[in-house]
C-alpha cells in the first residue's frame, strides 16, 4: 500500500486559481470514484471538501471542485483567499474496505 | 451537532500496550462506521483502521498489533494498540466514516513510543 502522490507544495495569488494533483494507479484511484479530498490548517480537526471525486459537502463553498481522470484525481482551488492556506490530502477507498492517502500539499497564499 | 472527542494517548514503551478511547455524540453512534486515522510528525495523514456493524479492516502497517472495536452502548470507540514500535508515535485522530469519506474528525490524541 504506496501512499498517492500528490505535490509537496503550490502558491497562488489571492484571486486565482490552483490545482493540486493526486495519482494513484487502477487499484485505487483509477478503480473508482472513492476519491475524497481534506483541508487540514495546524493545530486543528482535517476537513473534508470533496467527497466521490467531485462532490462538496454542505457548507464548502463552491469555489472548491474535484475532478479526475484515469488514475489521477484533481482538487481546484478559485478565487484563493488567504484563509485557504493550509494543507490539502487526497484519499482514495478500495474495494477492500482500506483507504490510501496522499502524502499531502502545502497550499501557500502569496 | 457532532462531536468526538479522543482520550488515552500518552507515552508508551516499544513492545508496551495503549488503548485509545474517542467519545461519540450529536449522531446515532450505531448507524455510522467509524476509522482511526494518524499523523506522524512532520509527515501526512495515514489511515489505520475501520470498523462496522460486522467487519474490521487494518492498515498493512499495524495488522496483527491493533485491534479497532466499539461500544454502542457507550457511544464510544476504541483502539488497542499492542507491540508498540517507534514508528507508531503520532496524533491518532478517529472519524466519522460517510460516503466512503471522513466526514467528522476529533481533535486527536497524541501518542508517543519511547523508552
Known amino acids: 500500500q504506496s501512499a498517492l502522490t500528490q505535490p509537496r507544495s503550490v502558491s497562488g495569488s489571492p484571486g486565482q486559481s490552483v490545482t493540486i494533483s493526486c495519482t494513484g494507479t487502477t487499484s485505487d484511484v483509477g478503480a473508482s470514484n472513492l476519491v475524497s479530498w481534506y483541508q487540514h490548517h495546524p493545530g486543528t480537526a482535517p476537513k473534508l471538501i470533496i467527497y466521490?471525486?467531485?462532490n462538496r459537502p454542505s457548507g464548502v463553498p463552491d469555489r472548491f471542485s474535484g475532478s479526475k481522470s484515469g488514475n489521477t484525481a484533481s482538487l481546484t482551488i478559485s478565487g484563493l483567499q488567504a484563509e485557504d492556506e493550509a494543507a490539502y490530502y487526497c484519499c482514495s477507498g478500495t474495494g477492500s474496505l482500506t483507504w490510501l492517502f496522499g502524502g499531502g500539499t502545502k497550499l501557500t497564499v502569496l | 451537532e457532532v462531536h468526538l472527542a479522543e482520550s488515552g494517548g500518552g507515552l508508551g514503551q516499544p513492545g508496551g500496550t495503549l488503548t485509545l478511547s474517542c467519545a461519540a455524540s450529536?449522531?446515532?453512534?450505531?448507524?455510522?462506521?467509524m476509522n482511526w486515522v494518524r499523523q506522524a510528525p512532520g509527515k501526512g495523514l495515514e489511515w489505520v483502521a475501520y470498523?462496522?456493524?460486522?467487519?474490521?479492516t487494518y492498515a498493512d502497517s499495524v495488522k496483527g498489533r491493533f485491534t479497532i472495536s466499539r461500544d454502542t452502548a457507550k457511544n464510544s470507540l476504541y483502539l488497542q494498540m499492542n507491540s508498540l514500535r517507534a514508528d507508531d508515535t503520532a496524533l491518532y485522530y478517529c472519524?466519522?466514516?460517510?460516503?466512503?469519506?471522513?466526514?467528522?474528525w476529533g481533535q486527536g490524541t497524541q501518542v508517543t513510543v519511547s523508552s
Open positions: 470498523i462496522s456493524n460486522d467487519r474490521t
Open positions: 472519524a466519522r466514516d460517510a460516503n466512503w469519506s471522513f466526514d467528522f
Open positions: 450529536g449522531f446515532t453512534f450505531n448507524t455510522y462506521s
Open positions: 466521490y471525486v467531485s
